[in-house]
């Protein structure tokens, strides 16, 4: 049971952050405002999760212009998707 | 403790669907579209095929007459088709506080495009050279393969609904014949329990 709590990741605890987790494994890339309409956040939570993920090292962005206006793509870094598949692996342990 | 983890796995598993397919798709589109590819077929068969010896020729002519009349056909099949897949899925979107243009909706449009219009313009070369005989059968397979690729980005069925029109264009192409026959098959009546499945299941 210890072994398992451990692999639980205190970075996914928050529904938020898991969410963002959650739709950035299964997509190449997702943009900011995408992502705000998928998980139904406002800004400022979006944006303080989102930074706090980036502190981990489970997720980069990258900024660009579409059409002039300034626009942020979100991706899943290899040790964040480690990290998400681990804390997943040990929530199934857990209900087992 | 335990039921949050559940709840959390739910969650997971609803985003990461969410996120990528396209759940907005109206099976009441596919109905529409089944439909209205029956009634086209219709006046194709009654303007331009009933006069041809499907038993005999696999390359037939057909004259320039015919060959607008088929044409304006089909433009107007696909038109209406296009028309009533965008008014069923928009009305859906709608009721579900959706978006209909987003990045899940542009993916689908484009892996459903590559294939469809490789089909769509290679039939269109064929057409010109007077191959008219194949045109069921390469339809149905291209609709097919266009389904089962688009099938990644919105609902699963949309695969098995690929295989049976891949299967019915292959087995046109052997019994060019009743080409058209299974051409109705495909298009009208599948498309059409295909749409009243799907309808029922995501309602």
Known sequence: ?96 | MKEKYLEDIKEIKEIMNRSTRFISLSGLSGVSTGLIALAGLTAAYLIVFQKQNWLIEQAVSIDATNLFYLLLIAVVTLGLSIGSAIFFTTQKAIKQSQKVWDQQSKRLLVNLAIPLLTGGLLCLLLLFKGFIGFLPALTLVFYGLALINASKYTWPELRNLGLFEIILGLIAMQFIAYSLLLWALGFGVIQVIYGLIVQKKYK
């Open chain 1, 1 to 96: 049971m210890k072994e398992v709590l451990k692999d639980l990741d205190k970075a996914f605890e928050n529904r938020i952050r898991l969410g963002i987790m959650s739709a950035l494994v299964v997509n190449d890339y997702i943009d900011y405002t995408s992502l705000k309409e998928l998980l139904d956040v406002t800004d400022g939570n979006l944006a303080s999760h989102l930074k706090s993920l980036e502190k981990c090292g489970y997720v980069s962005y990258e900024k660009a212009f579409v059409d002039r206006k300034p626009n942020t793509n979100y991706t899943a870094t290899e040790k964040g998707k480690e990290a998400f598949i681990k804390h997943i692996k040990a929530i199934e342990q857990l209900l087992q």
